[in-house]
C-alpha cells in the first residue's frame, strides 16, 4: 500500500499537467486584424521646415476563447531643412532641435567646429510596443541655433 500511494500521486499530477497542456494548446487565434500606419505630417517657420514622416502597423488578435491582444510596431523620421542658403549657416556653432507628439518625443543636438555642409538635418527612431502617432496630432517642433530660435507645428498632409 504504501509503494502505490506515492504511484497513485506521481500518476494524478502527470495526468493534471497533461491536462492543462491540452487545455493551452486550444487556445488557438481565430481573428487576426493587421492596420498599416503611413503618415506625412510637414509645416514651416521663417528658416525651417520639417516633415515628420511615420509609418506603424498595429495588429489586433483575438483567440477562440475571445482574449484580445494588441501590438504595435513604429518608426519615423525627423527631416529639418534651413531654408536659406548654406553660405547663411556657415556662422553656425550649434543647433539643437526637438519634436513633440501627444505620445513620444525626441531631440537632436549638434556642434560645429567647422561649418556645416549641408542644411537638411534628420532624426530616426522606432519603437515597439508604444502609442502609436495619431493622424489627426499637431507635432510641435523647437529649433535652436546659434542666437536663435524657432518653434512651429507640424500638421498631416493628408487628412
Not at 14 to 39: G, I, Q, S
Not at 122 to 144: F, L, M, N, P
Request: aromatic share 10%; net charge neutral; charged share 30%.
Amino acid at each position: 500500500m504504501k509503494k502505490i500511494l506515492p504511484l497513485l500521486l506521481f500518476t494524478i499530477l502527470t495526468l493534471t499537467a497533461c491536462t492543462e497542456t491540452t487545455d493551452n494548446t486550444k487556445n488557438k487565434v481565430t481573428d487576426n486584424k493587421t492596420t498599416n500606419y503611413n503618415y506625412e505630417f510637414i509645416g514651416e517657420s521663417e528658416h525651417w521646415e520639417a516633415e515628420y514622416i511615420y509609418q506603424g502597423t498595429e495588429t489586433t488578435r483575438k483567440n477562440d476563447k475571445g482574449v484580445i491582444s494588441y501590438s504595435n510596431k513604429d518608426n519615423y523620421e525627423l527631416v529639418l531643412k534651413f531654408k536659406g542658403s548654406l553660405k547663411e549657416l556657415s556662422s553656425m556653432k550649434k543647433l539643437e532641435y526637438s519634436f513633440k507628439t501627444n505620445s513620444s518625443s525626441g531631440e537632436s543636438k549638434a556642434e560645429f567646429p567647422e561649418p556645416p555642409k549641408e542644411r537638411v538635418f534628420t532624426s530616426r527612431g522606432s519603437s515597439e510596443g508604444g502609442a502609436k502617432v495619431d493622424k489627426d496630432e499637431v507635432i510641435q517642433v523647437h529649433v535652436k541655433w546659434n542666437e536663435s530660435e524657432e518653434s512651429f507645428e507640424l500638421h498631416n498632409k493628408k487628412k
